[in-house]
């Protein structure tokens, strides 16, 4: 079984800056793309950014320059950077991976969300 655990989220005023981390641990034998979602209320889930193995990054336009995902192979650890937060970055933000394990092979994966809220 594999978990994906998010910390990070909170409150923070408009303009201000959080950044979000996401550890994948169970029994893994690959972690390939991983990536943020978020959803705000009533919206439906989209996608904020991903990051392949090899660290390709893809980003939706309204986070582009302002936020920077990236990760770290050896701990199976995806981060996003937040920084000039605006109120409507305010959702829930998930993380996702797509992981190989020797039990189940490919499968996609989803943290539990952590919560941003941005006050103007």
């Known amino acids: 079984q594999v978990q994906l655990v998010e910390s990070g989220g909170g409150l923070v005023q408009a303009g201000g800056s959080l950044r979000l981390s996401c550890a994948a641990s169970?029994?893994?034998?690959?972690?390939?793309?991983m990536g943020w979602h978020r959803q705000a209320p009533g919206k439906q889930r989209e996608l904020v950014a991903t990051i392949t193995s090899g660290g390709s990054t893809n980003y939706a336009d309204s986070v582009k320059g302002r936020f920077t995902i990236s990760r770290d192979n050896a701990k199976n650890t995806v981060y996003l950077q937040m920084n000039a937060l605006k109120p409507e970055d305010t959702a829930v933000y998930y993380c996702n991976a797509e992981v190989w394990t020797i039990l189940s092979g490919r499968d996609d994966y989803w943290g539990q969300g952590t919560q941003v809220t941005v006050s103007s």
């Open positions: 169970g029994s893994i034998f690959r972690v390939n793309a």
